[in-house]
């Protein structure tokens, strides 16, 4: 049975987000593509109008994926640009590079204030990698 890449998780005040990927670099993918299944209702509606590309530097993989998606939300946030394509050129634990494209969303169903680190621990299991994401809502 082929593992979800990502699912909705209930939680009391936010919304949470049990991600899984094969690798790391699948993992941040799987993470965006759940985060933007909150922020709109068809991602695959968005044109490709944008490109943005990031470059971060952290302590460790929980803050790579945290900083990863704080970036996108921040784009949602402030220019209503939502990306659908993700290239990751470099990544490990403590650096991500990587370039997305996307375009503006009619409007946002959720809003996200923060990404938290609530919990957060990316865990290996036999299938990949795991880990639960909340986010500020």
Request: no cysteine; proline share 1%.
């Amino acid at each position: 049975m082929a593992v979800k890449s990502f699912e909705v998780v209930e939680h009391t005040a936010d919304w949470a987000l049990r991600v899984h990927g094969r690798s790391l670099t699948q993992l941040l993918i799987h993470a965006a593509q759940g985060m933007n299944s909150l922020l709109v209702a068809d991602s695959e509606a968005i044109p490709i109008t944008e490109t943005r590309q990031f470059e971060l530097d952290v302590y460790d993989a929980e803050s790579l994926l945290v900083e990863w998606l704080t970036e996108l939300a921040y784009w949602a946030e402030m220019e209503q640009l939502v990306f659908g394509e993700f290239e990751v050129t470099a990544v490990t634990p403590t650096h991500l590079t990587a370039t997305v494209r996307g375009g503006k969303a009619a409007e946002l169903q959720k809003h996200i204030k923060a990404v938290t680190y609530h919990n957060l621990e990316i865990i290996q299991t036999d299938a990949g990698l795991e880990a639960t994401i909340v986010f500020d809502v």
